[in-house]
C-alpha cells in the first residue's frame, strides 16, 4: 500500500557531504514522523534523526550539528543533509514513517524503506 524509496547514498571521503532523500507513495492519507535510522554490521539499528508532520526535530548525539533532517509535506519526501563525515557514519541508512493509508485512516502503520548505503572512507 505504501512505499519508501532511498536515494543518495555512495561513497564519500571522511569530511564530506551526502544528501539523503526517502519518498513515500501509495494509498497515503496523511504521514506522522517521518526518520532515519542507520545499520552497520554487528550493531543494533540506530535512530539518527527524525522530523514531525509539523517540523520538530530530534537527532542523535552523534551526529549533532553535522547532520540535518528536513522533510517536503506536500511531496512526501524526507531529506537528510549529512556533512563532515566519518568513517564511523559508514552503514544502511533506512527510512521510516508513520502513516495513515487511504484506507484506515484511524490506524498509524509503520512502513521502511528497503535502505542506502553510505560508506565514509579515512
Known amino acids: 500500500q505504501v512505499q519508501l524509496v532511498e536515494s543518495g547514498g555512495g561513497l564519500v571521503q571522511a569530511g564530506g557531504s551526502l544528501r539523503l532523500s526517502c519518498a513515500a507513495s501509495g494509498r497515503i492519507f496523511s504521514i506522522n514522523a517521518m526518520s532515519w535510522y542507520r545499520q552497520s554490521p554487528g550493531k543494533q539499528r540506530e535512530l539518527v534523526a527524525s522530523?514531525?508532520?509539523?517540523?520538530?526535530?530530534n537527532y542523535a548525539d552523534s551526529v549533532k550539528g553535522r547532520f540535518t533532517i528536513s522533510r517536503d509535506n506536500a511531496k512526501n519526501t524526507v531529506f537528510l543533509q549529512m556533512s563532515s563525515l566519518k568513517p564511523e557514519d559508514t552503514a544502511v541508512y533506512l527510512c521510516y514513517a508513520a502513516v495513515r493509508t487511504r484506507a484506515a485512516v484511524f490506524a498509524l502503520n509503520d512502513y521502511w524503506g528497503r535502505g542506502t548505503q553510505v560508506t565514509v572512507s579515512s
Open positions: 522530523i514531525t508532520n509539523g517540523g520538530s526535530t
